[in-house]
């Protein structure tokens, strides 16, 4: 049972952080016509800080 949640929370991480990452950058990407290695860039600096403002959030909703 375990090993099941571990897979869906991984399938969410995929689908509400990098899943929009992705499109973010891929519309400035063409753009702006960036390269993909400044895509590549950009996509993994949005993914880390979606994952910054869910972890924030996550801590928020917890304290009391």
């Known amino acids: 049972m ?3 949640i571990l897979i869906s929370l991984r399938l969410w991480q995929i ?3 990098i899943l929009p ?3 973010i950058t ?3 990407a ?3 016509e960036l390269s993909t ?3 590549t860039l950009l996509t993994a600096f949005v ?5 910054f403002i869910f ?3 996550n801590k928020r909703n917890y304290c009391d």
Do not use: D, H, K, P
């Open 47 to 51: 993914s880390i800080l979606i994952m």
């Open 55 to 57: 972890s924030f959030l």
């Open 21 to 23: 990452a992705g499109v």
């Open 30 to 32: 063409r753009r702006l």
């Open 26 to 28: 891929g519309y400035f």
């Open 2 to 4: 375990e090993g099941e």
């Open 37 to 39: 290695f400044y895509q």
């Open 15 to 17: 689908f509400f952080i």
